[in-house]
């Protein structure tokens, strides 16, 4: 397929600043040293690949694939499904979307994570799909838990879901978190607060979505996900690094 699409650069003022004081960690993580822009790999342009052949018939059901099937994870079962998009609005086939969360109280199964909340042991927490030809994927889950965090005094997440997309190639990762429409902890966030531009957070809460949901099984959120385009993705490799 040819790309006729026009170059478009990035607008950085619409992106979280890396340094944020209110999130205490960017403070140590965010660079002090000015960034340097470098080739990327051919294997960053070129791989990894997936193939619909390495997948589970579960991956993509967080319900049920800690277990495989033998036993259901506790919570609000809901469907979080969507289309990932370039920059133009076309669809993104064929490309590795990961999701990771909370369970319904709000733990990981993470050896990190000292929440007293109970890990739930039919729950992992983690799953994956590919867009189909039409950039649209879909993922059977349970509705993430709101926890707190050692921030300022009594910091707590929305809930929300993490994201990775690929794209077409390893330096087109993109990372993201997935938020839920009406909870108010969203405004209170300091993580979701590095978006300054409400708009732009705006796209990160799904909003409900009834008319594809279950009567008596699940409710649905509608999750769209814009990836740059492809070309431009190359573009902003050389000049200004990834
Ligand atoms: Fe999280």
């Given at each position: 397929m040819t790309d006729t699409?026009?170059?478009m650069p990035r607008r950085r003022e619409v992106h979280p600043d890396p340094y944020f004081l209110d999130y205490k960690t960017s403070i140590t993580r965010s660079p002090s040293l000015p960034l340097l822009s470098m080739e990327s790999t051919p294997s960053e342009e070129t791989g990894p690949r997936f193939g619909h052949n390495k997948l589970g018939a579960l991956d993509n059901n967080l319900i049920s694939n800690f277990t495989q099937g033998k036993a259901l994870?506790?919570?609000?079962?809901?469907?979080?499904h969507g289309r990932v998009l370039d920059e133009t609005g076309r669809p993104v086939p064929h490309t590795l979307v990961e999701v990771w969360q909370a369970n319904a109280g709000g733990r990981y199964r993470h050896i990190k994570d000292t929440y007293f909340a109970p890990l739930d042991p039919n729950f992992g927490g983690c799953g994956r799909t590919i867009t189909d030809e039409n950039g649209y994927y879909e993922f059977m889950t349970i509705r993430p838990g709101a926890y707190p965090w050692p921030n300022r005094a009594n910091d707590w997440r929305p809930m929300h879901i993490h994201f990775s997309i690929f794209g077409h190639a390893f330096g087109q990762r993109l990372i993201s978190q997935m938020y839920f429409q009406g909870d108010p902890l969203i405004d209170l966030c300091p993580i979701a607060a590095t978006v300054r531009d409400r708009s732009q957070l705006d796209r990160l809460v799904a909003p409900l979505d009834m008319q594809n949901s279950r009567g008596m099984?699940?409710?649905?959120?509608?999750f769209d996900i814009v990836l740059r385009g492809r070309r431009q993705t190359m573009f902003e490799n050389k000049p200004e690094g990834m």
């Open positions: 699409a026009a170059l994870a506790v919570g609000e079962r809901i469907r979080v099984d699940y409710l649905a959120y509608k």
